[in-house]
């Protein structure tokens, strides 16, 4: 589908334009999504978009499904009621490093390890945006933000790592500069049974960029693509050479009982007795 | 000896809150363990999927009130329980159920606090936390009940007001009815009603999924009925969305709180004993107001003429059953298990017509019907 | 009030008294009378104290709590020592004579009854000794009727264990009536 088709199917079109700033990268992962929607062929009345709070929150406002702009955090806690109550939905929840990793931790590893079926992605830019440039879980090392005026002296969590040790079994990383893969990779997820989890490197030009004098959008993209490595290229790559990286591609994938089959399987198995 | 009382069955409250909810039809749960409520969970872990409902423990008490919310969402209907620390934890997302009108239960078995308190003793000390838990202005409806017969009907009550209201609805509870066993009768089909929420009737393009319905209470699809529309804990207009505006604000906060005020007859529910011709009222509610029950018995056996006024809807509060008592009375005396919150309310609309004296315990021991009566016989 | 019966059924946690409590209320109910059945909780339920209340009445009962019961059972010298004072001048002791060998002084009638020797001994499990206790606590109380302290005993007892309980019920009514005998 053109480009003016998919806006038309699938996004509120008296809603746009967004908010977001100029040079964001949040337009190309919802751009992203909803071409992977659109690849699986998902009915879009049997489709939930659900988000929590920061920039990304505002995503699911701006696409045609049953759309659930949550609280900080929750999006995953809210998405486990929609999933599990109507099994039959494809629920996708849309979540910032920020809220996702920081407040909303605790339910990402617990939404991981029940393997549920709901495909989750994070728009990582490495700062909270909507209340303009404070640290994240996901901020590098030394970085600068108006929490960090010093230097971020955290640690940054790979999410990737920690979502598959928690338990997904679909887990893959991408960028808005390499947009064809990320499309690849979040259909993939849809289209995986269980807990899929794609961490999106985006760049925050406004609140991250400016203050760590990474350029304006077009340099923070050309930075996704000198620092990003594909999955496959790394495996060959010693660790020396990974050394302020990133690596992209599909990450892991598993097979696991998924959570809802396995309520119904409780469900069915009651049923007999 | 009744016909009823012959097909009457021992069960805690905690069990009949169980009971009552799976006769209002309720098809998922999400929870956390905490003392003195866990029984409820554990008894619809046992029984839900055997009516093809779902239970599910999640991480933590927000968590369990977020998929709560959010099954509600998809269509069903969706309890939580707790107790206070937990029912401090759940409040955000309350706040969220209520400004975006996602019908649901939250049982809060009250117990002693504040903090981690005494985990197994009774308290009535989240009487407020239950109207202002969470920020902002909300509407709220609590109940609370005085038997385990009441943790039942209440507990169909908390559902079909909870559909009827879109709201979120409080079954305040506390550790004494929660845990103590007595025998109820559970109702046949048809001794009770059943309520569901309205449904839009017009097709997905002309749903707005926020403009209020005859009753001010917007009829709601659920996600995926193919209504596709847009739910957000921002302020929003009738079409769900939000545009920062401050008019919006004013329209929707002043509906909210309008369809549970402008319809209280059909909330607010009140026993009274005694007080047709009561010289002095007791306010009280839950256990504490059997205890009066028994006091204003003996009271009468002293030739003092004394009344109950029971509120079974503790918010919105009964205010003109108060109005009233107070012009008909000398006297008013509030015992509660707590410092003095429903007392509160009781001097507020009693407007000096009648003074009121409080009668507190927090020693985690329930108000005796002989302290009421010592209290009774002071003030008299 | 003079219908309404108070029971305290007091022990250590793991004897099941709080079973015993629910088992008994449970019994007053299928009679069709009015019953409330509390208990202590806390850590006190698990290992050290542990106490079970039931009110019986033919009228409602409006305050649920047991202050000043009729009928003590006491399954541990600490539970005698510290609930005997509560016990209503002319009400009821029943001791397990195995854990209270001195009964302290009292103007109550006492029952001093080898309730646990006799699980131990006669069924080989103390653990029905809550079972023994209740059919020695309802054959000298009579609180509520035996047949259906019996449907009661049964409908909560785990499957398979019905006969082993029917035993000590028996032994308990036994032990009753020996005691009333004399």
Not at chain 3, 66 to 88: F, H, N, R, W
Request: aromatic share 6%; charged share 20%.
């Amino acid at each position: 589908m053109a480009t003016k088709e998919l806006l038309k199917e699938y996004t509120r079109m008296d809603k746009l334009p967004h908010i977001w700033c100029p040079g964001c990268g949040h337009g190309i992962i919802l751009g992203s999504v909803i071409r992977a929607i659109d690849r699986q062929k998902l009915d879009p009345n049997k489709t939930s978009v659900i988000s929590g709070i920061g920039c990304s929150g505002r995503a699911p406002g701006y696409v045609k499904f049953d759309t659930l702009h949550t609280t900080h955090g929750r999006a995953l806690a809210f998405a486990t009621g929609v999933k599990l109550a109507r099994p039959e939905l494809n629920v996708i929840v849309l979540t910032g490093d920020g809220d996702c990793a920081a407040i909303g931790g605790n339910h990402l590893i617990h939404a991981a390890r029940r393997n549920i079926d709901v495909t989750t992605v994070v728009f990582n830019n490495y700062i909270y945006g909507m209340t303009s440039g404070q640290y994240s879980p996901l901020t590098p090392h030394m970085k600068l933000a108006t929490t960090a005026p010093y230097g971020n002296i955290d640690q940054s969590f790979d999410l990737c790592k920690l979502v598959t040790a928690a338990g997904a079994t679909y887990v893959a990383r991408g960028t808005v500069y390499h947009t064809q893969m990320l499309i690849g990779l979040i259909a993939e997820g849809i289209a995986h049974k269980g807990f899929s989890f794609i961490e999106v490197i985006t760049h925050c030009p406004t609140y991250y960029g400016r203050r760590n004098k990474m350029g304006d959008a077009v340099d923070m993209l050309n930075w996704q693509k000198e620092h990003a490595i594909p999955v496959k290229a790394a495996a060959k790559l010693p660790p020396e050479k990974l050394k302020g990286k990133f690596v992209i591609g599909e990450l892991h994938r598993s097979e696991g009982p998924e959570y809802t089959e396995e309520y119904q399987r409780i469900i069915d198995s009651l049923k007999r007795e | 000896m009744g016909k009823n009382e012959m097909e009457a069955v021992l069960m805690s409250g905690n069990e009949a809150c169980v009971e009552g909810a799976l006769l209002a039809g309720i098809n998922f749960f999400a929870g956390y363990p905490i003392t003195p409520s866990t029984e409820i969970a554990e008894g619809l872990a046992r029984r839900l999927p055997r009516v093809g409902g779902k239970f599910i423990q999640m991480e933590d008490e927000i968590a369990s009130m977020a998929a709560v919310a959010g099954a509600a969402l998809a269509g069903a209907k969706a309890m939580t329980a707790t107790s206070g620390p937990g029912f401090s934890l759940k409040q955000e997302n309350i706040g969220f159920a209520a400004a975006t009108e996602i019908p649901c239960v939250v049982v809060n078995v009250q117990r002693f606090g504040p903090s981690t308190g005494l985990p197994t003793s009774p308290s009535q000390a989240d009487i407020m936390q239950a109207r202002w838990g969470t920020h902002g202005d909300h509407p709220a409806i609590a109940l609370m009940p005085a038997s385990v017969q009441e943790s039942l009907s209440l507990t169909i009550t908390a559902f079909n007001l909870a559909e009827e209201f879109r709201t979120p609805v409080i079954l305040l509870m506390d550790e004494i009815i929660g845990h103590m066993r007595e025998g109820i009768v559970i109702p046949q089909k048809g001794e009770y009603v059943i309520k569901n929420r309205t449904k839009p009737t017009v097709p997905p393009e002309d749903y707005l999924p926020y403009a209020a319905g005859p009753n001010e209470v917007p009829p709601m699809a659920n996600f995926g009925d193919g209504y596709r529309f847009h739910v957000t804990g921002l302020i929003h207009d009738e079409t769900g969305f939000p545009r920062g505006r401050g008019s919006d604000g004013d329209y929707l906060v002043r509906r909210l709180i309008n369809k549970v005020m402008s319809r209280l007859e059909e909330i607010l529910m009140v026993e009274e004993i005694g007080m047709e011709d009561a010289e002095l009222a007791v306010v009280a509610c839950g256990p504490v107001a059997r205890s009066a029950k028994k006091a204003i018995a003996m009271a009468r056996e002293l030739g003092i003429k004394a009344g109950l006024v029971r509120p079974i809807t503790i918010w919105p509060f009964p205010e003109d059953a108060i109005k009233v008592a107070a012009k008909k009375v000398d006297a008013i005396i509030v015992p509660e298990l707590n410092l003095g919150q429903m007392a509160l309310e009781v001097e507020r609309n009693a407007c000096g017509d009648a003074p009121v004296y409080r009668l507190n315990r927090v020693d985690a021991e329930l108000i005796t019907p002989d302290e009421i009566l010592a209290k009774i016989q002071e003030v008299k | 009030m003079s219908s309404q019966r108070e029971i305290r059924l007091s022990g250590f946690g793991g004897q099941g008294l709080i079973t015993a409590g629910i088992i008994l209320a449970d019994a007053a109910i299928k009679e069709g009378k009015h019953a409330v059945q509390t208990q202590s909780y806390g850590p006190e339920a698990r290992g050290g104290a542990s106490r079970a209340e039931v009110i019986i009445s033919d009228a409602a009962i409006d305050y649920p709590k047991v202050k000043e019961p009729d009928v003590l059972l006491a399954m541990s010298k600490e539970a005698c020592d510290k609930y005997l004072c509560e016990l209503q001048k002319d009400g009821i002791l029943i001791v397990d004579s195995y854990y209270v060998k001195e009964v302290p002084e009292t103007e109550a009638k006492v029952f001093s009854l080898p309730i646990t020797e006799l699980a131990r001994e006669e069924l080989g499990r103390v653990i029905v000794a809550n079972i023994v206790a209740l059919g020695a606590t309802v054959q000298v109380t009579g609180v509520v009727g035996k047949e259906a302290l019996e449907a009661a005993v049964l409908d909560r007892v785990p499957p398979g264990t019905e006969d082993l309980n029917r035993q000590a019920l028996a032994i308990g009514f036994q032990l009753g009536c020996e005691q009333l005998a004399k």
